[in-house]
């Protein structure tokens, strides 16, 4: 008998390892990701009402995705969050009553709006984010930086995966 790489043993005799999506890897790797998505959208409701008690957590990515990538089109934010134009209008529409995002003529379309931060938006996201990110530096403050760079890596390598 001999370890099987995932602390378990493989016995004299059993079938050959198991293949696709039955390799232990991919069983640990559903398990783990259900464990981390779980915890993220519990973050992500607490970090929107650190923005602001009236924001709904699905709103947070989209005020993250301003503040990185600046101005963009309702129909561009709704691709990238992956929701209905409906859904971006309503959520965009709360996103103003609140403060935090306006809404300005598009130059290369006059029929066209962007939608950016507010500086009050802008404030209150980045304040959010530099305190998640102190808690994530806190929480790995034992690894190695080249491990955090790793995993930035490859967590960048499966979101890019998944986009396709």
């Known amino acids: 008998m001999h370890e099987d790489g995932n602390g378990g043993e493989e016995h004299a005799g059993s079938p050959e390892?198991?293949?696709?999506?039955?390799?232990p890897a991919f069983l640990a790797?559903?398990?783990?990701?259900?464990?981390l998505l779980r915890r993220?959208?519990?973050?992500?409701?607490e970090m929107a009402r650190e923005v602001h008690p009236d924001l709904e957590p699905s709103a947070y990515g989209l005020l993250v995705r301003l503040e990185e990538c600046g101005r963009q089109r309702a129909t561009e934010l709704a691709s990238y969050i992956g929701v209905g134009k409906a859904t971006m209008s309503r959520q965009l529409r709360a996103l103003e009553e609140l403060g935090l995002v306006g809404r300005e003529p598009d130059p290369a379309d006059g029929r066209a709006w962007l939608v950016t931060l507010t500086e009050e938006g802008r404030r209150r996201v980045s304040r959010v984010r530099e305190a998640r990110r102190a808690r994530y530096a806190g929480r790995l403050a034992d690894?190695?930086?080249?491990?955090?760079d790793e995993l930035a890596r490859l967590l960048h390598r499966l979101n890019r995966g998944t986009e396709k």
């Open 17 to 23: 390892p198991a293949s696709g999506v039955e390799q």
């Open 29 to 35: 790797l559903e398990r783990e990701l259900t464990v």
């Open 40 to 45: 993220a959208r519990a973050s992500q409701g």
């Open 143 to 148: 690894w190695d930086p080249g491990e955090v």
